[in-house]
Every structure is written in C-alpha cells, then in structure tokens.
C-alpha cells in the first residue's frame, strides 16, 4: 500500500544574498491531482489540482457547491480508490463518492469542471444567471458585527495557518463566529479547494447553513468564492484583497455583505454595509 502524499515537499534550494550562494533545505507547498469520482456510476466529474489533505471534506464541499448533492444523507462513503490490478493499492489522487440509492443527479453541468486549476478555478465557469437558475435564497440579513470584529480576523487566521508558515505558499478559507472567534480553518493551494474543504468539513458534521459565520479568505474574493459562499448561506464574506467585478454582482444579489482589502484597521465594503456596525 502506498503511504499517503504529504502537504508539504522538501526540496534544496540556493539563496543568494550580499552576493553569495547557499544551499539549504526548504519545504514546498505539494501540488497534486484529485480526481473526484461518482460511484455507482463510475464517472469522473472533477479534476483539480490540489494540496493533500483534507481530501474527502474537498470532494464533499465542490458536491455540495455544485448542486450534486444538497444534503450529508445524500452521500453513503467517501473513499481513496484501491487498485486491484496492483495488489489493492490505494491511489490517494483518486476519491470515489457514494451516492444514496435513488439519487441521479444531472451531471450534464459538471462537464465544464474536467479539469480544474488551482489558482483561479475553472476557466468560463457558470454565470450569474446558473446561481439564479438554481433558485438560491437571498441570505438572512440577521447578523451583524463592529468593524473591531472584522479588524480582529487576519491575524487569527495567519496565526492557524500552519502549513503556510512552513512554506509560505498556501491559501486559506476560514470561518468564524459572530464574535469573531476562528471555529474552522483549511488550506490548499487554490482559494477555491481551501473553501471547499471548508464547506465540505461543515456539510459532514450537519453545520449548513453557516448563516450565523463570516468567512475570510485569503488573496482576492472571485465569482466562485461568492458562488460557493452563496450555496452555503454564508452572510459576510472578507477578503485580503479586491473582489473582482462579478463577486461584487452576486454579493449584491443575494444579500452577502462583501468586504475587501482587509489589512490592519481598514477594510472597504462593497455590498451589505448594514451588517457593520460603525460610527
């Protein structure tokens, strides 16, 4: 049996400083392939590339954000594939999920998915129309929170991202309370997996919808970060960076209160600022 890929990868490298080389040992951020598999139909709807780990809570949240699945009870088991022509080794860059019996979902729109990149998701994915096609809710317009709140949540997620102090080349999704309290963190290598993994963790111990969260991501907010917020009923969405122009559209269509350029005691807001609480 193969052992499992690690997060991170060593690998030699030279720095050169005050003009002179050396060599030492690094750590790197590892960047493999997950094939996501349906069973009983034996059919591949994703190929992302992805940092190990976490890869069941993955396959779960790009299901369950994709509308292949709506429920924890849709999926029987998640597993590594094992090859049989190979003494039964486990391949851990292949999962299949199980579906219910009875369940057939319409695959027809996942073919777009074949293959997914790891920095900026899937190339022409679904408008602003798929979501309304769909039949998302607008999200509940309960919770708000101060601006300290919001101050207060990068450097708690920098401060959990473990991987990422070790490498220095890792996203984060993470979700926290209305009081601003870190409840759930995951990493990967592309901001949209590191959601996934974290949408996939809360649809697996029966945690949607996150009504009553604030996610913050790191790097810039895109259309999928909103599509997937979106889905899970998330009510605050932040970011380090800029939104681009469509995130700012769905945020606004569906009620999510989108904050950008997140860094010391300053933020923009682009949609939703009844939700902050300021002067």
Known sequence: ???????KTKATVWVVENGKMRSRLDHLTTEEPLEIRLA???????????????????????LYTEGV?????????????????????????????ELRDGLIPDLQPLERHFY??????????????????????V????????????????????????????????????TFDAQGQLLNLREDIGRHNALDKLIGSALLSDE????????????????????????????????????SSLAVSVAKEFGITLIGFLRGERFNIYSGMQRINAN
């Open 116 to 137: 997914t990149n790891s920095a900026c998701g899937v190339c022409g994915k679904a408008s602003l129309e798929a979501l309304r096609l769909r039949g998302c809710p």
């Open 139 to 174: 999200i509940p317009s309960g919770l708000t929170v101060t601006p300290e709140i919001i101050y207060s949540l990068p450097d708690q997620l920098r401060a959990a991202q473990g991987i990422f102090t070790a490498t220095g080349g890792l996203h984060a999704a993470a």
């Open 69 to 97: 699945v709506r429920h924890k009870e849709d999926i029987q088991r998640i597993s590594y594939c094992v090859d049989e022509s190979v003494d039964g080794e486990q391949r851990y860059n292949i999962v299949n999920v």
């Open 1 to 7: 049996m193969t052992m499992p890929i690690k997060s």
């Open 40 to 62: 009983p139909f034996q059919k591949t709807v994703a190929v992302t590339m992805r940092t190990p780990g976490a890869d069941f809570e993955l396959a779960a949240g790009f």
């Open 208 to 243: 949607l919808p996150l009504n009553n969260h604030i996610i913050l991501v790191s790097g810039r907010s895109s259309f999928e970060i909103l599509q997937k917020s979106t889905i899970a009923g998330v009510p605050i969405v932040c970011s380090v960076s800029a939104p």
